[in-house]
C-alpha cells in the first residue's frame, strides 16, 4: 500500500537557520501531496499542498516541490523563527472506495528552533 | 468560512466506560468527514470515514464505532473503553463538490485528547 516516510526528529536549529525536513513516498499513481504542522496541544493545520508533479505548494516562507522522479515532496523554509517550532507532518491522499480520500500520513518532525 | 468543532477538548475515563465524541462543522455542504486518531509519539491512524449521513466506513477494525446523524454531525463512540482506546483524536473534513477547493484537502479540528485510566 501506499506509504509516507519522513526523517526522524527532533530537529534543533537556531533561529534564521535553513530547514529542510525530508519525505519521500510510495504510491501508485500521482497522489496529491501535502505537508500539515501542529503545534502543542492543537489539531493540524494545512501548511501547503501540491497536486501534480512539478508543483510548488508554499505558505508562510515554506515551500516543497512535488519531485516525481525522486517521490520527494521536501519541505525547506530559508530562515526559521521560533515560532516555527512545532511538529510537521507530511501525507499523500488515496481516493477511497465510494468517495473522499484518505490521507496516508508520515510520523511527524518534530522542529525546534532556538534563540 | 468554514469552521470544524470537536468536544470535548479533554476527556478522562475509566476503563470499561462508554464515550462519545462530537464533531460538527460550520460553513459547508455534504462534506467528507472523518475520524483520526493520534498515539502518543506516532503519526496519525484513520478510523472511520463518512460520505453522507448514515454512511460509516472502516479503516481499523477496533473497540470503536462512528455514526452520522446529520450532515455536518460525525460522532465517535465506545461502548467500552479500553487503555488502548488512549489518544488525541482529530475530526477532519474535506469538500465533495467537483470544483470545490480541492476535494482532496482535509480541515482538521482541535482535536480530543483521550485518556483511559
Known amino acids: 500500500g501506499d506509504s509516507v516516510t519522513q526523517m526522524e526528529g527532533p530537529v534543533t536549529l537556531s533561529e534564521e537557520a535553513f530547514l529542510t525536513i525530508n519525505c519521500t513516498y510510495t504510491?501508485?499513481?500521482?497522489?496529491?501531496l501535502f505537508w500539515y504542522v501542529q503545534y502543542p496541544g492543537e489539531g493540524l493545520q494545512l501548511l501547503l499542498k501540491?497536486?501534480?508533479?512539478?508543483d510548488k505548494g508554499s505558505n508562510k516562507g515554506f515551500e516543497a516541490t512535488y519531485r516525481k522522479e525522486t517521490t520527494s515532496f521536501h519541505l525547506e523554509k530559508g530562515s526559521v523563527q521560533v515560532s516555527d517550532s512545532a511538529v510537521y507532518f507530511c501525507?499523500?491522499?488515496?481516493?477511497?472506495?465510494?468517495?473522499?480520500?484518505?490521507?496516508?500520513f508520515g510520523t511527524g518532525t518534530q522542529l525546534k528552533v532556538e534563540l | 468560512s468554514q469552521t470544524i468543532h470537536q468536544w470535548p477538548a479533554t476527556l478522562v475515563q475509566p476503563v470499561g466506560s462508554p464515550l462519545s465524541l462530537e464533531c460538527t462543522v460550520e460553513g459547508t455542504s455534504n462534506p467528507n468527514l472523518y475520524w483520526y486518531r493520534q498515539a502518543a509519539g506516532r503519526g496519525l491512524q484513520l478510523l472511520f470515514y463518512?460520505?453522507?449521513?448514515?454512511?460509516i466506513s472502516s479503516e481499523v477494525p477496533q473497540n470503536l464505532s462512528a455514526s452520522r446523524p446529520q450532515d455536518r454531525q460525525f460522532i465517535l463512540s465506545s461502548k467500552k473503553l479500553l487503555l488502548s482506546d488512549s489518544g488525541f483524536y482529530l475530526c477532519?473534513?474535506?469538500?465533495?463538490?467537483?470544483?470545490?477547493?480541492?476535494?482532496?484537502?482535509?480541515?482538521f479540528g482541535p482535536g480530543t485528547r483521550l485518556t483511559v485510566l
Open positions: 504510491a501508485t499513481g500521482y497522489p496529491s
Open positions: 501540491a497536486t501534480k508533479a512539478d
Open positions: 501525507a499523500l491522499a488515496d481516493i477511497l472506495t465510494g468517495g473522499g480520500n484518505k490521507l496516508t
Open positions: 463518512s460520505v453522507g449521513i448514515g454512511q
Open positions: 477532519a473534513w474535506s469538500g465533495r463538490l467537483a470544483g470545490a477547493d480541492s476535494t482532496d484537502t482535509q480541515y
